[in-house]
C-alpha cells in the first residue's frame, strides 16, 4: 500500500473524530441525558447486528478477494445468506410491533422498531460494501463514505436547533438512521458495477459451505472482542440507569479521538510488519516500534489527565462526570495499539486461536468487572472494568506472541502501561475532590517517561528536522 493510499483510508478515522468533537456537545446539549443513553444502546444494537449476522463472511470474503477470478460472485456468496436471515430475524421481531424499542428503549413505539429495522439492514449493508471499496484500495471513496454520516448528524441536529424541533427520541434515532440509510446509498453508488454484477452470479452453496467453516470459527473471538468493547453499556442498561449509559457513551465517544492514532498506526504497521517476517528483514526494528508507540500511549494517558478539567465547558452540568470517566475510556484505543506492536508473533506464526484465547479471557474479565463495579459505581465503574480489562488483553497478546515467535523484552512495556492504567482507574474512581494530587502524579509519570525515552525522542527530533530541511532548503542555510 502506497503512501498515498494509506493517507486516504487515514483521511475518515480522521475526519470522523473530529466531526464526532462537534457532534457531541450539539447532542448533549439539545437531547435529554435519558435520551442520550438509549442512543448508545441502538449503537450497540447495530454493531451486535452486523457481527452476528455476517456469520464470518465478512471475512472469508477479505480472505478470498485476491485468490478468486469472478469477485462479483464471491460478493454475493458472502454476503446473501447473512442478509437472507437478518430480513427473516427483522420480519419475525416486526410481527410484535412494538418489541424492538421496547427492548432497547424501553419505550414501546411501532415507528421506532421500523427505524431500528431500517438500521440494522443499512448497517448489515454498508459492511458487504464498504469490503468492496477497501479490498480494491479505493481509499477516498471508503473516507468519504465514513465521514458522510458523522456530517449528515451535525446537519441534522443542527437544523433541529435552528427551526426549534421537539427534543424527542424519535427525532434523535431518526437522525442517526437516515446518516445510515445515506452512507448506505453512498456506498451502493460507488460500488455499483460490482453489486449489479453480483445480483446475477451464480450462487454456488458448496463455495458458501467452505466460506463458512473459515469465517464461523471467528465469530466466537469477534463477539468476545466485541463484548469486550460494548458489554460495558450492555451492563449499564441493567444495572443502573439510561442517565449513567448517557455519560458513560460521552465518555467513549470523547475518548474515541485516541481511535485516529490506533487506525493510522494498524494501516501502516500491519503491511510492514509482516513483510520484515516474510524477508526476515527489520526484525530488530520491531523493539524500536515497542518503544516508541508506549511513549505515545504514556503521553496521551498522561495530558488526558492533566487536560480533562476543560471537558466540563463544552457539556451540559449533568455530564460532568465525563472528565474522570474519559481517562479509563482510553485504555481501550492505546492498550489495543500497543498490544497490536506485540501481537506479530501470533499472526506470523498462524496460531489464530491463542488471539481467540486472550479475547475470550479480557471479555470473562470483562464480565466480573461489571457485575462487581457497575453497582456501586455505575459509569465509572464500567470505565475502570474495560480498562483493567484491555491491560489483560495488552498483556495475554504479548506473552503469547512471546512464547510463539521471537523473544523480545516487555518489562519498559509493562511498568509504563502498569503505571498509566493504574493511575487511569484511580483518577476515575477517586479523581473528584483530589485533582491535585493526581495533577501533580501525572506530571510525575509524563516526566519519567520523557527521561526514560529521551533518545527515542531525540532521534524523532532530528528525523523531523531533516525533513523539514528537505522540504525547506531555507531553513538548512
Known amino acids: 500500500m502506497t503512501p498515498r493510499n494509506i493517507l486516504s483510508f487515514a483521511i475518515g478515522p480522521v475526519g470522523g473524530a473530529l466531526l464526532g468533537l462537534i457532534t457531541l456537545p450539539l447532542v448533549t446539549w439539545f437531547f435529554s441525558q435519558e435520551d442520550v443513553g438509549r442512543l448508545s444502546m441502538l449503537q450497540v444494537t447495530l454493531s451486535f447486528g452486523v457481527l452476528l449476522f455476517s456469520l ?52 414501546p413505539a411501532v415507528h421506532l422498531s421500523l ?8 448497517s448489515f449493508t454498508s459492511r458487504f460494501l464498504s469490503l468492496v471499496l477497501r479490498m480494491n484500495e479505493r481509499g477516498f471513496a471508503y473516507s468519504m463514505s465514513q465521514l458522510l ?3 449528515l448528524l451535525v446537519i441534522l441536529v443542527s437544523l433541529y436547533v435552528l427551526l426549534g424541533a421537539d427534543k424527542t427520541l424519535t427525532n434523535l434515532v431518526a437522525a442517526t438512521i437516515v446518516s445510515l440509510v445515506a452512507v448506505t446509498l453512498v456506498f451502493a453508488w460507488n460500488t455499483r458495477e460490482e453489486w449489479v454484477k453480483a445480483v446475477s452470479a451464480p450462487f454456488d452453496l458448496n463455495e458458501v459451505k467452505s466460506m463458512l467453516r473459515f469465517g464461523l ?24 440507569s439510561y442517565e449513567e449509559l448517557a455519560v458513560y457513551s460521552v465518555s467513549v465517544s470523547f475518548a474515541a ?23 526476515g528483514e527489520g526484525i530488530e526494528n520491531i523493539s524500536k516500534v515497542q518503544r516508541y508507540v508506549t511513549f505515545v500511549v504514556v503521553t496521551v494517558f498522561c495530558l488526558a489527565g492533566l487536560l480533562s478539567w476543560l471537558i466540563p465547558t463544552v457539556l451540559p452540568e449533568s455530564y460532568d462526570d465525563v472528565q474522570w470517566i474519559m ?16 501481537v506479530v508473533g501470533i499472526g506470523v ?33 464500567a470505565a475502570v472494568s474495560t480498562c483493567l480489562s484491555f491491560f489483560i488483553f495488552f498483556v495475554l497478546r504479548t506473552e503469547f506472541s512471546n512464547y510463539l515467535w521471537i523473544k523480545f523484552s516487555r518489562g519498559l512495556m509493562y511498568k509504563f502501561s502498569f503505571l498509566s492504567v493504574s493511575t487511569a482507574v484511580s483518577y476515575t474512581l477517586f479523581g473528584e475532590g483530589n485533582i491535585g494530587v493526581f495533577s501533580l502524579l501525572w506530571f510525575f509519570i509524563l516526566f519519567y517517561a520523557l527521561l ?8 524523532a527530533s532530528l528525523f523531523v528536522f531533516n525533513r523539514l530541511r528537505k522540504f525547506l532548503p531555507k531553513f538548512s542555510q
Request: include cysteine; hydrophobic fraction near 55%; glycine fraction near 6%.
Open 56 to 107: 464470518g463472511l465478512d471475512q472469508a470474503y477479505v480472505r478470498e478477494f485476491h485468490e478468486r477470478e469472478d469477485k462479483p460472485a464471491l460478493l454475493k456468496q458472502a454476503a446473501l445468506p447473512g442478509f437472507l436471515l437478518l430480513t427473516f430475524f427483522i420480519a419475525v421481531f416486526l410481527c410484535f410491533g412494538e418489541l424492538f424499542s421496547d427492548l432497547l428503549f424501553e419505550v
Open 115 to 122: 427505524l431500528v429495522a431500517l438500521g440494522l439492514l443499512a
Open 149 to 151: 454520516p458523522k456530517l
Open 217 to 240: 470459527p471467528l465469530i466466537l473471538g469477534g463477539l468476545a472482542f466485541w463484548g469486550l468493547t460494548a458489554l460495558d453499556k450492555v451492563f449499564l442498561r441493567a444495572l443502573s
Open 257 to 279: 479521538v485516541a481511535t485516529i492514532f490506533q487506525t493510522v498506526f494498524s494501516t501502516l504497521w500491519a503491511p510492514t510488519v509482516y513483510k520484515w517476517a516474510s524477508f
Open 327 to 342: 481517562v479509563s475510556c482510553l485504555g481501550f484505543p492505546l492498550l489495543y495499539t500497543l498490544s497490536e506492536t506485540t
Open 349 to 381: 506464526s498462524r496460531k489464530s486461536l491463542f488471539s481467540m484465547i486472550a479475547s475470550i479471557s479480557a471479555f470473562i474479565i470483562n464480565i466480573l468487572g461489571n457485575l462487581l463495579l457497575i453497582p456501586n459505581f455505575g459509569a465509572k465503574g
Open 452 to 459: 526514560e525515552f529521551r533518545l527515542e525522542l531525540k532521534d
